[in-house]
């Protein structure tokens, strides 16, 4: 078994990367039915592409580099959005039915920081479930995939520096499975915190995975908050797209004061900047509504059919009513450190998809642009596997299974260190109250070992940047615009920090040093 190559995670980057092995067996395994506990499945916006007459390649890369905020990636960002349209074809010859204008053509959207109407998306807000529908089937069908479902994967095996399996955990008890190529698709980190877009199971298990295996990690202090989730009580929180706002929808309070108007492209500024001015006027003491009553008005339900239910559900009419919203916790910019093959810097190891850091997102990620990641990645992956000798013989020790990870214990200590606005002093208490459980044998362990080591990234980025944004450091330093990469010393359960041309600065005195 261990020359067929193994994915873990049942996304949309996972799912895409079994389809681009084809006709070279895989296997995919996923700890929930495909789908179901996927953040691919609950994308609104679309996918982002230069398809439109006034568009280029060129363009997109740009607004992907500025959103980013000084830390994209050049050549990533241009060898991406160059493959968008290709990207978007394929999706639509697997199935995806992409809305059309009145010409034929796909109906563009505008999202905030895009200069150009390019997300192509499926009943206005229904993309990522329509996405996640044709891809699943096309993996049902295709006979070179095997894919196990309600399996966790809960360890990797490395031998003489490489990858050479995994051990997890299902039903029918544990499960260690030979391999020399694994690509790990697992996601994100929403899950950590309190106030989340994301799937609950989203709590950094590829991160922690990886880092137990000795793999280099990259931008873990950049985490998105989508400025509008629905603030209605739920657990995780529905989004209410970046395309309602690309509609003409604006910010008020419960006055009725517009209080970002002024302020650059207001409601349409990147996420890192509404997400803050929304943070800031909740803080005061205001509540936040998005009010779509004059630009969109009795025509809500028909462009965005999946916001209006949730809205109903909650009794609010979204064509005459504001909706009542706030940051939360919805992208990891960061994660493992990838080439440009997709490669991380355990030879076997590839990530893609959210969990992957390719340098595309910078501080932060452009609307839309993650699905684009995911689709595209998933090709360059599947070459790189493809060109990968696995034939070497491998050795696999015996593992303690650890327990299956629950991140309940330290979400409100994220949401109050680790979210929207950070300071010192938060950062070292976060330091200091996630250490010990991230070095136990507990559930908390592999939640907290992800979210110490944005806490440790974030501390040791003393500016603000993006996603990243400091009360005590407000302003970008001379020194910030360079990568920082984090990494387990496995020999002394040490948390190493490094930047891409700057000196270590010192840790806290409690934290790993």
């Known amino acids: 078994m261990n020359d067929i190559p193994v994915i873990v995670g049942g996304g949309l980057g996972g799912l895409m990367t079994a389809l681009c092995l084809a006709p070279q067996k895989v296997i995919l395994i996923a700890k929930a039915p495909l789908a179901e506990a ?3 499945a609950w994308a609104q916006g679309g996918i982002a592409a230069a398809i439109g007459e006034d568009d280029t390649p060129a363009l997109h890369a740009s607004d992907t580099l500025d959103a980013g905020d000084g830390l994209g990636d050049d050549e990533v960002s241009r060898r991406i959005t160059d493959a968008a349209p290709a990207a978007v074809a394929r999706l639509q010859k697997l199935g995806v039915p992409f809305d059309l204008d009145a010409d034929g053509r796909l109906a563009l959207g505008l999202e905030a920081a895009h200069s150009r109407r390019r997300i192509a998306h499926v009943t206005g807000d229904g993309t990522g479930a329509a996405i996640m529908r044709a891809v699943v089937a096309a993996v049902r069908r295709a006979p070179s995939i095997t894919v196990i479902e309600g399996l966790e994967v809960r360890r990797l095996l490395v031998d003489d520096g490489r990858i050479a399996g995994l051990l997890a955990a299902g039903p029918s008890g544990t499960r260690l499975m030979s391999a020399r190529r694994i690509v790990l698709a697992t996601g994100g980190v929403g899950g950590l915190f309190a106030h989340t877009t994301n799937p609950l ?3 950094g298990q590829g991160v922690a995975l990886a880092t137990r295996a000795g793999v280099r990690l990259a931008d873990m202090e950049f985490v998105q908050f989508h400025p509008t989730a629905l603030d209605v009580g739920l657990d995780p929180m529905p989004l209410v797209s970046e395309a309602v706002r690309g509609e003409g929808a604006v910010l008020i309070d419960e006055t009725g004061l517009r209080f970002m108007e002024g302020e650059g492209r207001a409601e349409l500024e990147p996420r890192d900047v509404v997400s803050r001015a929304v943070a800031r006027h909740i803080a005061a003491g205001h509540r936040v509504l998005l009010d779509a009553r004059q630009a969109i008005g009795r025509h809500f339900p028909d462009r965005f059919p999946g916001i209006t239910a949730r809205c109903r559900a909650a009794g609010i009419d979204p064509a005459a009513m504001p909706i009542p919203v706030r940051p939360a916790a919805h992208f990891h910019m960061g994660g493992i450190a990838v080439d440009a093959q997709g490669r991380s810097t355990v030879d076997g190891l590839w990530a893609c998809g959210e ?5 595309l997102h910078g501080a932060n990620r452009l609307a839309s642009n ?3 990641e995911a689709a595209v990645m998933a090709e360059i992956v599947a070459v790189s596997i493809k060109a990968t000798d696995a034939r070497a013989p491998l050795r696999t020790r015996p593992v303690e299974l650890p327990p299956s990870a629950d991140a309940s214990a330290i979400r409100s200590l994220a949401d109050e260190t680790l979210g929207v ?21 507990g559930v908390s362990a592999d939640p907290a070992l992800t979210a110490l080591l944005i806490a440790i990234a974030a501390w040791r980025r003393q500016e603000s940047r993006g996603g990243h944004w400091r009360r005590d450091f407000p302003q970008h330093s001379r020194h910030g615009a360079q990568r920082q990469f984090v990494e387990l010393d496995l020999s002394a359960n040490r948390i190493l920090s490094t930047w891409s041309s700057i000196d270590d600065r010192p840790l806290p005195a409690h934290a790993h040093a």
């Not at 969990?355 to 340098?359: F, M, Q, R, S």
């Open 370 to 372: 993650s699905l684009l």
């Open 38 to 40: 996927a953040a691919s």
């Open 355 to 359: 969990v992957a850091a390719t340098g």
């Open 421 to 441: 606005v950070r300071d010192g002093a938060g950062l070292e208490r976060a330091i200091g109250a996630l250490e010990q459980p991230a070095f136990s044998d």
């Open 201 to 203: 199971g989203a709590i």
